[in-house]
């Protein structure tokens, strides 16, 4: 069984710029969230991915924004960087969309983004 | 926004010693989970309790949950200086399909 897997690990960009992180779900696992952490804060929700659907939605404007494909892999896009959105970018996988509520979520290692 | 808080924000012992880190939550929940991360990296899973569980141990961890208090606490026991690291609760509530994490508590066990 693989783990969640994430690309690339460190990221630099400059502000006004688009950026796409990857992320490979835990084998037999359709369901992926992705978290933003910023520097000494807890993680927060972004969005998450089920079947290919976006699933609900945290606080984040549409300029964050993903993809889910077939393969249950998953893609967060953000354009028109700022200097907030500096952080550490985490996607976690479950096994279903009603697992994601009861059981663990599976996290991969993260990808390190800076926007200068 | 948070919901859990974590308590102490940072907290500093000897190798040996027992670790005990809070966490309350504002709303009811399906479970919650306690999490591991080192230097900014990932987040590595510890325990699971559900609402409906007061206790859960694991190796050196033991977890209780206190649902009409909205609070759990983690205890890591005979500490060692591997444990160092930040440790975050994260509720899941009915209804829910997310994950929401606390502030997270700074552990630095010396050796």
């Known amino acids: 069984e693989t783990g969640v897997t994430q690309s690339p690990t460190h990221l630099i960009k400059t502000r006004g710029q688009q950026v796409t992180l990857r992320c490979s779900s835990q084998?037999?696992?359709?369901?992926v969230s992705w978290y933003q952490q910023a520097l000494g804060q807890g993680p927060q929700f972004i969005f998450q991915?089920?079947?290919?659907?976006?699933?609900g939605r945290g606080n984040f404007p549409p300029r964050f924004s993903g993809l889910q494909f077939p393969n249950y892999s998953s893609e967060l896009n953000v354009n028109a960087l700022e200097l907030d959105d500096s952080a550490l970018y985490l996607c976690?996988?479950?096994?279903?969309?009603?697992?994601?509520?009861?059981?663990?979520?599976?996290f991969g290692p993260g990808t390190r983004l800076t926007v200068l | 926004s948070q919901q859990g808080e974590e308590d102490p924000q940072a907290l500093s012992i000897q190798e040996g010693e027992n670790a005990t880190m809070n966490c309350s939550y504002k709303?009811?929940?399906?479970?919650l989970q306690w999490y591991r991360q080192n230097s900014g990296r990932g987040l590595v899973h510890l325990i699971l309790?559900?609402?409906?569980?007061r206790e859960k141990h694991s190796g050196r961890l033991r977890v209780t949950l206190d649902t009409s208090k909205k609070s759990s606490s983690l205890l890591i026991t005979a500490s060692r200086a591997a444990d160092t690291a930040s440790y975050f609760c994260?509720?899941?509530?009915?209804?829910?399909?997310?994950?929401?994490f606390g502030t997270g508590t700074r552990l630095k066990v010396l050796a």
């Open positions: 976690a996988s479950s096994s279903d969309l009603a697992a994601s509520s009861y059981n663990e979520q599976f």
């Open positions: 084998s037999g696992h359709n369901t």
């Open positions: 991915y089920y079947r290919e659907e976006e699933n």
């Open positions: 709303t009811s929940i399906n479970n």
């Open positions: 309790i559900r609402s409906n569980e």
């Open positions: 994260a509720t899941s509530s009915s209804g829910t399909y997310k994950y929401i």
